[in-house]
């Protein structure tokens, strides 16, 4: 069965039974009235005829749980998604994993995910493009796409992530190619157009002459994220009071083995028709 028969099959939830008690506490999601408010949520694109709306359930059920099901919320979310879609054009135009298979290739960029015992999950990011190879944009098309994938999780959608970015082979022919107008739609394409639940934000200042790059970068994320945003120095004991070092791998102090990305790049590429699907989607063109 291909990825557009797939997707119109009805609705089953994969929530596990701790992310279902967590998600009627946190979210506001009632079994009983999950589909009242998938079809409200639905009603409302009749207002927006300038927007096709993707209709599954699976993928409104993001949005939903990332607003705590209230509709109109979740509803003006999905309109920035495409908005965003249609704006940042360097970001999403050709928007599949193939296109940015160079990052995928890299031995060392690296974003791998771990489930901590509260069930958060934590996501890990490390630098050290090979600029000859890979742009910084096709990095952050590359993380965007992988995180989307993550997101067909639905215990993610519900949990959320902690978000560390290592800053390990960062270097400054990279932070030339992060200037200020890719930064902020970059931030705003994680933090505002993905319905992701971001617990905590992490960034590891390997070198000091980093800081004012994590500072540039902070002064584009939501008030929320800011509030839950801290910098570390080299030594990463510090981290270690909010992330036990039973979720990191050894490069942060941790007890688990080294950097592997391999499950999340074999998940993401795996997950091309679904990219490809998505492209027709979003504000209609005029003729």
């Known amino acids: 069965m291909d990825f557009e028969q797939n997707v119109n099959q009805p609705y089953t939830c994969t929530l596990s039974e701790a992310a279902i008690k967590k998600a009627e506490v946190e979210l506001n999601e009632d079994p009983l009235t999950r589909g009242e408010k998938l079809n409200h949520l639905k009603e409302l694109f009749k207002s927006r005829p300038d927007i096709r709306f993707r209709q599954d359930d699976a993928f409104l059920l993001r949005f939903l749980r990332n607003k705590k099901f209230e509709v109109d919320r979740a509803f003006k979310s999905l309109i920035h998604h495409y908005q965003v879609r249609r704006d940042y054009k360097d970001i999403f135009t050709n928007y599949r994993p193939s296109a940015v298979k160079c990052y995928f290739d890299l031995p060392r960029v690296t974003v791998c995910l771990v489930k901590g015992g509260d069930g958060r999950y934590v996501l890990i990011s490390r630098g050290g493009l090979d600029l000859k190879k ?123 083995p080294g950097y592997d990305n391999t499950e999340w790049v074999n998940k993401t590429l795996a997950a091309e028709e679904e990219f490809i699907y998505n492209e027709q989607f979003g504000f209609i063109k005029s003729k």
């Open 134 to 256: 890979c742009s910084v944009l096709d990095g952050t098309r590359a993380v965007l796409m992988m995180v989307e994938t993550m997101l067909e999780d639905e215990d993610i959608q519900v949990n959320g992530i902690v978000f560390i970015n290592d800053s390990d082979g960062l270097t400054l022919n990279i932070i030339k190619q992060c200037n200020p107008f890719l930064m902020k739609r970059t931030v705003d394409s994680y933090a505002n157009a993905l319905p992701m639940r971001i617990k905590e934000a992490h960034f590891i200042c390997r070198m000091g002459i980093l800081r004012p790059f994590f500072a540039l970068i902070k002064q584009f994320l939501p008030e929320k994220i800011k509030s839950r945003l801290h910098v570390h120095d080299d030594d990463v004991g510090s981290l270690h009071k909010y992330v036990p070092s039973a979720l990191l791998p050894v490069e942060l102090g941790g007890q688990l």
